[in-house]
């Protein structure tokens, strides 16, 4: 039976983490890790907020929004230029999840983070690594 899982990407510097939705913060001349939390049914539930150095800071940066769910804190983001609604959570002040998808209500996007706050703690990680492609390669 499918789990609700984290799963790791690993990006090369050519496929910049902005434009996939992640911060820059690790963004280098070395490649780039983020998590995504994904469902039972494969779908994307939400995504770390800033991208990390190393396979093991992405996991371990999820284990602190796992062990802190309680109190992580609920925001909703909108996308002024379509009226679309999006969400962050914040724990002890710091993003550290974002909606990977636009909803058409700030109500959805809040019932979409509470979705993920609430399936967030019996999370595993997935194995392995997805690479994404290297854009300069094309």
Not at 11 to 19: D, L, M, V
Not at 101 to 107: A, E, F, I, N, Q
Not at 110 to 135: I, N, S, T, Y
Request: charged residues 20%.
């Amino acid at each position: 039976m499918p789990q609700v899982r984290i799963q790791v990407l690993c990006g090369p510097p050519s496929a910049h983490p902005r434009r996939m939705g992640w911060s820059t913060g690790a963004i280098g001349r070395d490649e780039w890790y983020a998590w995504r939390l994904i469902g039972t049914n494969n779908h994307e539930l939400g995504r770390s907020a800033l991208s990390f150095r190393s396979y093991r800071a992405a996991l371990a940066a999820f284990a602190e929004v796992q062990a802190g769910h309680d109190r992580l804190v609920q925001l909703p983001v909108p996308e002024r230029p379509t009226g679309r609604w999006g969400w962050r959570l914040e724990l002890d002040g710091a993003a550290v999840a974002v909606s990977g998808r636009w909803y058409r209500r700030d109500k959805l996007s809040l019932l979409g983070a509470a979705k993920f706050v609430a399936l967030c703690a019996a999370a595993e990680p997935a194995d392995g690594v997805v690479a994404l492609q290297d854009r300069a390669a094309r």
